[in-house]
């Protein structure tokens, strides 16, 4: 096959793992091909196929999870962090065998101060008690810990969750205990407080400002804006509402700084966020492009960069997960196709040919 580099690479399977040799599968050419290791969603939910779901549901059934990574799988995303839950039972999905579902890394019940997030929906802990439900969260199997960083108040608008140096105190626990930190945000100042704090990945993120993604490119952190699902709630927000020019200033504003992002260090990740469905994150790829991500960073959203900010050890190379995506045509002459893989392999399983 050949790679997106240009390379050509010949690998067998063994056991779910790339081998040096054809073997213990019958031959594949994939020479007319394009290979990658797999696409990859940085900001999903697998407990829902929708926001209403998500945010009305109770407890949330195996079924659906087991759904919603076939529908990832069936898309060609073999990598995929899930943002966050409403009920920690989504943390069983790592139980699921390798082969039927993508890579998972997952943060468990969301942390949100009082009033700050759905009603009901959150863990509620105010700034002081913060640390110690970092702590908590921070449980094995989650690796990371999902915090709401800014939430709209009736008559007030969108308001801070927690102060800078709570953010920096949760920081500082989650990451003694081997977890790494999402912030949601969609309001102006808390992404300032947030990177100054040491938060890991910046989610939405609509009010990112060019000294904050210098600060995050330093010491090279994430940021999924999850555009395609900025722009699907803000349609949902009343024409002329304080809510919906928020949102509107705020997808301006990542229009005008995205571009420069990647060359910043930052790793830039597609994310769809139940408003594109499971599966598409080849839709969130072509906003980012829109936006003003070039190609190659926003083929790099949904492949290289996330596999290396998340740490997956999927490689086309002997030794690595037989994981494999391939398009009919070069992602970088045309994006579009990465709707549209023409074969999948998860753990050497061929799911579509
Ligand atoms: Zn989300």
């Known amino acids: 096959m050949r790679t997106i580099a240009g390379d050509e690479v010949v690998l067998g399977v063994e056991s779910g793992l790339f081998v040096e040799s054809e073997v213990d599968v019958p031959e594949l050419d994939l020479r007319h091909l394009v290979a990658t290791s797999g696409l990859a969603d940085s900001h999903a939910h697998i407990g829902a196929t929708s926001v209403g779901e998500m945010v009305e549901g109770e407890v949330i059934a ?31 999905a790592l139980e ?11 943060a468990g019940h969301i942390l949100a101060s009082a009033g700050g997030y759905y009603e009901g929906f959150a863990i509620e802990v105010d700034g002081p008690d913060l640390p110690a439900a970092v702590e908590r969260a921070c449980q094995a199997p989650a690796t990371w810990v ?19 140096d709570e953010l920096r105190s949760a920081v500082g626990v989650a990451h003694a205990n081997g977890c790494r930190v999402a912030i949601h ?24 400002t060019q000294a904050d993604i210098e600060m995050l490119g330093a010491r090279a952190g994430a940021w999924v804006p999850t555009l395609a699902a900025m722009e699907g709630l803000a349609d949902t927000l009343k024409e002329g509402s304080s809510g919906r020019r928020m949102f509107r200033d705020g997808l301006a504003n990542v229009a005008s700084i995205i571009g420069g992002a990647t060359e ?21 790829v072509l906003s980012l492009h829109r936006y003003g991500l070039s190609v190659a960073d926003a083929l790099s959203s ?43 392999m998860r753990r050497g399983r061929i799911i579509y040919r």
């Open 146 to 164: 999902k915090l709401i960083g800014d939430w709209p108040r009736r008559g007030v608008g969108a308001l801070p969750n927690y102060a800078e």
């Open 62 to 92: 195996r079924s659906i999870m087991v759904a919603n990574l076939s529908a990832q799988l069936d898309g060609g995303v073999l990598l995929v962090a899930d943002k966050g839950t409403r009920d920690p039972a989504t943390l069983e």
């Open 302 to 344: 949904a492949t290289n960069s996330a596999s290396d900010y998340l740490g997956s050890p999927r490689r086309l190379a002997p030794l690595s997960p037989a994981d494999l995506v391939c398009f009919a045509v070069d992602p970088l002459s045309d994006l579009g196709t990465l709707a549209r893989p023409a074969f999948i």
């Open 96 to 106: 699921i065998d390798e082969a039927d579902r993508p890579e998972l890394h997952m």
């Open 264 to 284: 910043a260090g930052v790793s830039v990740l597609a994310g769809t966020d139940l408003t594109v469905p499971h599966g598409d994150v080849a839709v969130e």
């Open 185 to 208: 945000t969609a309001a102006p100042d808390t992404p300032s407080m947030a990177v100054a704090a040491g938060v890991d990945s910046i989610e939405h993120g609509l009010f990112m």
